[in-house]
């Protein structure tokens, strides 16, 4: 008994030795000079791209609907409907990193609340009221942003003609534009010059007020990109695919929905290689130094998520019933890409940053 | 046999080597091991935007099921009726969903001067008491202002608020600004009475919860000390409060004078009040019995929604603390427990056994409160009395995950109307049962201050 408790602890002093020396190779060296150029082009080549060219895009789309007030033309409608779709592009491709200004100051739920006040719309638009600036910056979310501005320039079913346009819906199209694009201004300021988050990302551990450490910024980004495709698995496509019911379906009447979708796992590429317009520094350079498969991995799920979502070929609202085994396809590509992301991207960048 | 002793604990302790030095080379695991764990087993790493929004750790699929269906509900737009999607907004009512109040499950604060009110209410009631012992409802406006509406109804008021600034300087001679407010109804529907009492709140955080009200009724009340029989000064009370399902006066916990005894009535109480969505523990609508009132026949939100959202809430996760061994971080909290502030932000307690909930029961949490009420002072006194809770009674509120309020809300603003800027705001704003404890950090070096204040950020 003596003995085997002797050479027990023998033993176990060996463990010790050697498990703790192959810990210590086995940890990487955290490189904090690649770690702050990662951070800084996040923001210079990603987020602040992307917010300043979804201000410029809902600043045409106020000038479209502008020049539409005036002429009520179809060249005029389709500009303003182009537009629309050209801002909505860029907002789903910022979801991919729905933190800092845009969910603190809650932008997002003032932008992109689904669904539609169509009550209280129509009365709105039955009524003489004047709509300020101010007022309607005070009505509730269902009444401005996106998706009223969808319903006036689209139509319920999506075959709105210039022709149709009351003057009250222009009026109205006019200061919701406004309105947008004064709230997306406001958004890309706070990552410039009102506020410079992009400064709180990229001094991360190194004077942030926000992020006390590198990795906290890390995990930010990278929680923030599973979170959207937990969003759109478990939410966008899974609620009203689960209910059956079209009326569920966020984008409906631009028959935008699938290409919404698209956006926001193409926003998950945006942050992973730090790239919007112009190759940055990505999460994928320093996960190629290290470990190949995980970037083959991530890549491909990607790549999976954004053909899966191509293959639903008729408006989602139809989808949900005419074409289950592409929804089913794409729920489960995305949930496959959410686990990657959650299961080995975050345990990887946790391992380097600190 | 003593020779057999030494070599067996040499054993133990080798064994202690290998087991703590394999384990993955983590700060979070250091002394004292339980506290990296505010939320005992239903702890998570989360430290940004999202940290007060995960789930449980270990719920089973189905039961994750429930609380991704709440997280829905928790987020859904209501809208005027007819609609195809969530109708039954108000007809007057303060937000249209849960998340617009509790933005990424945390806290709210007051409108900055421009700003849109989101997330800052007020409770209103006239001298005397309810039907339960309640607040007394003001005649045409019931227990709290209503300041949206939908379309051709006319909101009960609206209300602005006006900071006046003043200063509070410590020992050490070190200057703080400060900002008392004055809230100001205006544009009644019908004219307000005169004896009119007023209590603005904010939207508090909503994660843990589950956790407190796991924990046993009767551990609250042994920290009871109404006549302050043990001279520390603390008195702390339990509020008692109308349980709308037993039909019967139990204690309350939850909300910011704990005037209220569970999250399923919580949960169901701020539909009805905040939003005017009628369910089927309060099946009137808000504006019940006033002269924009309507009959509603039906519940705006079903049974199964309201327990899905009601589980939600129960099972958010407890963000871990962050730096909690980092040698200032360990002084502050050495500045926290001898000023006294851990007689009421009472660090540790326990969840009671409950085998039909297994993931909240028995288990070890840090969520720094008494949940007791306490004798402010005047300075945050709103003079409005609810329940046994008087006008200068308020619950010691939870200091967990306090210190992630900059990442998840992007502001820094404390206390039950959010007037404090900061931390030090906060801390120096506490009066009555808690000036002693105000005054010995008054009293602090700069030195250990700042440790205090970093000892919270880590929370």
């Given at each position: 008994?003596?003995?085997?408790?002797?050479?027990?602890?023998?033993?176990?002093?060996?463990?010790v030795?050697?498990?703790?020396?192959?810990?210590?190779?086995?940890?990487?060296?955290?490189?904090?000079?690649?770690?702050?150029?990662?951070?800084?082009?996040?923001?210079?080549?990603?987020?602040?791209?992307?917010?300043?060219?979804?201000?410029?895009?809902?600043?045409?789309?106020?000038?479209?609907?502008?020049?539409?007030?005036?002429?009520?033309?179809?060249?005029?409608?389709?500009?303003?409907?182009?537009?629309?779709?050209?801002?909505?592009?860029?907002y789903?491709?910022?979801?991919?990193?729905?933190?800092?200004?845009?969910?603190?100051?809650?932008?997002?739920?003032?932008?992109?609340?689904?669904?539609?006040?169509?009550?209280?719309?129509?009365q709105?638009?039955?009524?003489?009221?004047?709509?300020?600036?101010?007022?309607?910056?005070?009505?509730?979310?269902?009444?401005?942003?996106?998706?009223?501005?969808?319903?006036?320039?689209?139509?319920?079913?999506?075959?709105?003609?210039?022709?149709?346009?009351?003057?009250?819906?222009?009026?109205?199209?006019?200061?919701l534009?406004?309105?947008?694009?004064?709230?997306?201004?406001?958004?890309?300021?706070?990552?410039?010059?009102?506020?410079?988050?992009?400064?709180?990302?990229?001094?991360?551990?190194?004077?942030?007020t926000?992020?006390?450490?590198?990795?906290?910024?890390?995990?930010?980004?990278?929680?923030?990109?599973?979170?959207?495709?937990?969003?759109?698995?478990?939410?966008?496509?899974?609620?009203?695919?689960?209910?059956?019911?079209?009326?569920?379906?966020?984008?409906?009447?631009?028959?935008?929905?699938?290409?919404?979708?698209?956006?926001?796992?193409?926003?998950?590429?945006?942050?992973?290689?730090?790239?919007?317009?112009?190759?940055?520094?990505?999460?994928?350079?320093?996960?190629?130094?290290?470990?190949?498969?995980?970037?083959?991995?991530?890549?491909?799920?990607?790549?999976?998520?954004?053909?899966?979502?191509?293959?639903?070929?008729?408006?989602?609202?139809?989808?949900?019933?005419?074409?289950?085994?592409?929804?089913?396809?794409?729920?489960?590509?995305?949930?496959?890409?959410?686990?990657?992301?959650?299961?080995?991207?975050?345990?990887?960048?946790?391992?380097?940053?600190? | 046999?003593?020779?057999?002793?030494?070599?067996?604990?040499?054993?133990?302790?080798?064994?202690?080597?290998?087991?703590?030095?394999?384990?993955?080379?983590?700060?979070?695991?250091?002394?004292?091991?339980?506290?990296?764990?505010?939320?005992?087993?239903?702890?998570?790493?989360?430290?940004?935007?999202?940290?007060?929004?995960?789930?449980?750790?270990?719920?089973?699929?189905?039961r994750?099921?429930?609380?991704?269906?709440?997280?829905?509900?928790?987020?859904?737009?209501?809208?005027?009726?007819?609609?195809?999607?969530?109708?039954?907004?108000?007809?007057?009512?303060?937000?249209?969903?849960?998340?617009?109040?509790?933005?990424?499950?945390?806290?709210?604060?007051?409108?900055?001067?421009?700003?849109?009110?989101?997330?800052?209410?007020?409770?209103?009631?006239?001298p005397?008491?309810?039907?339960h012992?309640?607040?007394?409802?003001?005649?045409?406006?019931?227990?709290?202002?209503?300041?949206?509406?939908i379309?051709?109804?006319?909101?009960?008021?609206?209300?602005?608020?006006?900071?006046?600034?003043?200063?509070?300087?410590?020992?050490?001679?070190?200057?703080?600004?400060?900002?008392?407010?004055?809230?100001?109804?205006?544009?009644?529907?019908?004219?307000?009475?005169?004896?009119?009492?007023?209590?603005?709140?904010?939207?508090?955080?909503?994660?843990g919860?589950?956790?407190?009200?796991?924990?046993?009724?009767?551990?609250?009340?042994?920290?009871?000390?109404?006549?302050d029989?043990?001279h520390?000064?603390?008195?702390?009370?339990?509020?008692?409060?109308?349980?709308?399902?037993?039909?019967?006066?139990?204690?309350g916990?939850?909300?910011?004078?704990?005037?209220?005894?569970?999250?399923?009535?919580q949960s169901?109480?701020?539909?009805?009040?905040?939003?005017?969505?009628?369910?089927?523990?309060?099946?009137?609508?808000?504006?019940?019995?006033?002269?924009?009132?309507?009959?509603?026949?039906?519940?705006?939100?079903?049974?199964?929604?309201?327990?899905?959202?009601?589980?939600?809430?129960?099972?958010?996760?407890?963000?871990?603390?962050?730096?909690?061994?980092?040698?200032?971080?360990?002084?502050?909290?050495?500045?926290?427990?001898?000023?006294?502030?851990?007689?009421?932000?009472?660090?540790?307690?326990?969840?009671?056994?409950?085998?039909?909930f297994?993931?909240?029961?028995?288990?070890?949490?840090?969520?720094?409160?008494?949940?007791?009420?306490?004798?402010?002072?005047?300075?945050?006194a709103?003079?409005?009395?609810?329940?046994?809770?008087?006008?200068?009674?308020?619950?010691?509120?939870?200091?967990?995950?306090?210190?992630?309020?900059?990442?998840?809300?992007?502001?820094?603003?404390?206390?039950?109307?959010?007037?404090?800027?900061?931390?030090?705001?906060?801390?120096?704003?506490?009066?009555?049962?808690?000036?002693?404890a105000?005054?010995?950090?008054?009293a602090?070096?700069?030195?250990?201050?700042?440790?205090?204040?970093?000892?919270?950020?880590?929370l």
């Amino acid at each position: 008994m003596k003995r085997v408790t002797l050479l027990l602890s023998v033993l176990a002093a060996g463990v010790v030795w050697t498990s703790c020396s192959d810990n210590n190779d086995n940890v990487p060296a955290i490189d904090k000079t690649e770690n702050t150029v990662i951070l800084t082009d996040f923001s210079a080549q990603v987020a602040v791209p992307i917010y300043t060219n979804l201000a410029a895009k809902a600043a045409s789309l106020y000038s479209d609907v502008q020049a539409l007030n005036t002429s009520k033309s179809a060249t005029d409608l389709a500009k303003a409907q182009t537009d629309w779709k050209g801002a909505r592009e860029l907002y789903e491709q910022s979801e991919a990193h729905l933190f800092g200004p845009v969910a603190t100051d809650e932008v997002d739920p003032r932008i992109d609340t689904w669904p539609v006040n169509f009550t209280d719309l129509d009365q709105q638009l039955a009524s003489g009221n004047t709509f300020t600036a101010e007022y309607i910056d005070g009505l509730d979310d269902a009444l401005k942003g996106f998706h009223p501005i969808e319903y006036l320039l689209f139509g319920k079913n999506g075959q709105k003609l210039a022709s149709d346009f009351t003057s009250r819906e222009l009026e109205y199209l006019v200061a919701l534009a406004t309105n947008l694009r004064d709230l997306t201004a406001d958004c890309a300021a706070k990552w410039t010059v009102d506020g410079n988050y992009s400064a709180e990302v990229s001094t991360a551990g190194n004077g942030s007020t926000v992020y006390t450490t590198q990795l906290a910024a890390f995990e930010e980004i990278v929680k923030a990109m599973a979170d959207i495709c937990d969003e759109v698995g478990n939410g966008k496509l899974k609620e009203p695919y689960d209910a059956q019911n079209a009326a569920l379906e966020e984008s409906p009447f631009s028959g935008n929905s699938i290409i919404d979708f698209t956006n926001n796992i193409k926003g998950v590429r945006n942050v992973y290689t730090g790239k919007y317009a112009t190759d940055g520094h990505g999460l994928d350079d320093l996960v190629k130094q290290h470990n190949l498969s995980l970037d083959a991995e991530v890549t491909q799920k990607i790549d999976a998520a954004i053909t899966a979502l191509g293959n639903i070929t008729v408006p989602f609202g139809q989808a949900i019933s005419t074409q289950k085994v592409q929804v089913e396809n794409a729920m489960s590509a995305i949930n496959d890409l959410q686990a990657t992301l959650e299961d080995k991207l975050l345990p990887f960048v946790q391992a380097h940053s600190n | 046999m003593k020779e057999k002793t030494i070599i067996q604990i040499a054993a133990l302790v080798a064994f202690a080597i290998v087991v703590y030095s394999c384990i993955e080379p983590d700060e979070r695991m250091e002394t004292p091991a339980d506290e990296w764990l505010a939320g005992g087993s239903q702890t998570v790493f989360e430290k940004g935007v999202s940290a007060f929004s995960s789930q449980f750790p270990d719920l089973l699929n189905n039961r994750g099921r429930v609380h991704q269906i709440g997280d829905g509900g928790f987020g859904a737009t209501f809208v005027s009726a007819p609609a195809p999607v969530n109708p039954g907004l108000g007809p007057i009512f303060n937000n249209v969903s849960c998340v617009s109040c509790h933005v990424n499950d945390g806290r709210g604060k007051p409108p900055l001067s421009g700003e849109q009110n989101t997330s800052l209410l007020i409770r209103l009631s006239v001298p005397g008491t309810g039907a339960h012992g309640g607040p007394n409802p003001v005649p045409g406006f019931g227990g709290q202002l209503q300041q949206r509406s939908i379309f051709g109804v006319t909101p009960e008021a609206s209300f602005r608020v006006q900071y006046t600034e003043f200063f509070v300087t410590t020992n050490d001679g070190t200057q703080y600004s400060m900002q008392r407010p004055t809230y100001i109804i205006e544009n009644p529907y019908i004219p307000l009475p005169a004896d009119l009492m007023t209590s603005p709140r904010v939207a508090p955080p909503v994660f843990g919860l589950g956790l407190i009200e796991a924990i046993d009724d009767a551990d609250i009340l042994s920290r009871v000390d109404e006549n302050d029989l043990d001279h520390d000064g603390i008195s702390g009370r339990a509020n008692h409060v109308w349980d709308e399902l037993k039909q019967q006066t139990v204690p309350g916990r939850f909300g910011w004078k704990a005037n209220n005894p569970n999250l399923l009535q919580q949960s169901a109480a701020a539909y009805n009040e905040d939003m005017g969505i009628t369910n089927f523990i309060f099946q009137k609508e808000s504006s019940y019995g006033q002269s924009q009132g309507i009959v509603d026949v039906k519940y705006d939100v079903t049974d199964s929604l309201l327990q899905s959202v009601s589980f939600y809430i129960r099972t958010l996760a407890v963000p871990a603390r962050r730096n909690a061994n980092d040698a200032q971080v360990m002084q502050g909290k050495a500045m926290f427990l001898q000023a006294g502030c851990a007689s009421c932000h009472v660090p540790k307690q326990k969840t009671k056994t409950n085998v039909a909930f297994p993931e909240i029961s028995g288990q070890t949490i840090y969520p720094y409160t008494d949940l007791l009420i306490h004798d402010m002072g005047d300075d945050l006194a709103d003079h409005r009395p609810d329940f046994e809770a008087s006008g200068s009674e308020w619950r010691t509120a939870p200091l967990w995950g306090i210190g992630l309020t900059r990442v998840v809300n992007g502001h820094n603003n404390f206390l039950h109307d959010g007037r404090a800027r900061s931390l030090m705001e906060a801390i120096l704003w506490h009066g009555g049962e808690a000036q002693q404890a105000r005054d010995n950090v008054r009293a602090m070096s700069k030195d250990n201050r700042d440790a205090l204040i970093k000892f919270l950020e880590s929370l």
